[in-house]
């Protein structure tokens, strides 16, 4: 796999690290841009959408997409995962970063989420390929009080997967990137 790099903004060209094995599935650079792209430059995005939001990364992984919206101005970034390669990954690229004190990192289950402390207005979910967890994962976030009132949600999908079924959220955008599909979807009610 080649090495991970945070894309853009304060933290540009850092390398991140990812776990040994197959377990995690790290969203590749391109993807990022061209997500972080969208999401700066679409009619429904910009500048406000990131700078000083709280943003959740759920199923994080390696953090990188939680990571590259810090390194793009967000003032916060929670991450939830429960792979213990993924969290030890995780944990030293904050470190590596310096990002101790706009983090906080929830070992568990995103479908059995805690409490929020607050809602976020940014969430990237990037579940396992072909398991449905998105659909239930927005859910039990949205129950939970993650999910603030027009939130917008980064939801990652294999390619061929269908679109799934999301009667609580608009969907704004849709773009396929190699063997994923991003939908970014918006929190209604």
């Not at 129950?143 to 980064?154: F, K, M, Y």
Request: aromatic share 6%; with cysteine; glycine share 10%.
């Amino acid at each position: 796999m080649p090495a991970m790099r945070i894309v853009a903004g304060r933290w540009r060209g850092r390398t991140l690290q990812a776990p040994p094995g197959a377990t995690t599935r790290p969203t590749a650079d391109r993807v990022r841009q061209a997500l972080f792209d969208s999401l700066w430059h679409a009619p429904w995005g910009g500048r406000a959408v990131m700078e000083g939001a709280h943003v959740l990364d759920a199923f994080a992984g390696t953090g990188g997409l939680g990571l590259e919206a810090l390194s793009r101005g967000a003032a916060q970034a929670t991450f939830m995962e429960q792979d213990r390669a993924a969290l030890a990954a995780l944990r030293a690229n904050i470190a590596a970063l310096r990002a101790e004190a706009l983090t906080r990192v929830i070992p568990g289950n995103v479908l059995r989420p805690p409490r929020a402390p607050a809602p976020c207005a940014l969430l990237f979910l990037d579940p396992p390929y072909a398991k449905d967890l998105g659909p239930q994962a927005l859910g039990a976030l949205k129950a939970a009080g993650w999910v603030a009132p027009g939130a917008l949600a980064c939801l990652e999908l294999g390619r061929e997967e269908p679109a799934p079924s999301l009667p609580d959220w608009e969907g704004l955008a849709e773009r396929e990137m190699g063997a994923a599909r991003v939908l970014v979807l918006r929190a209604l009610g």
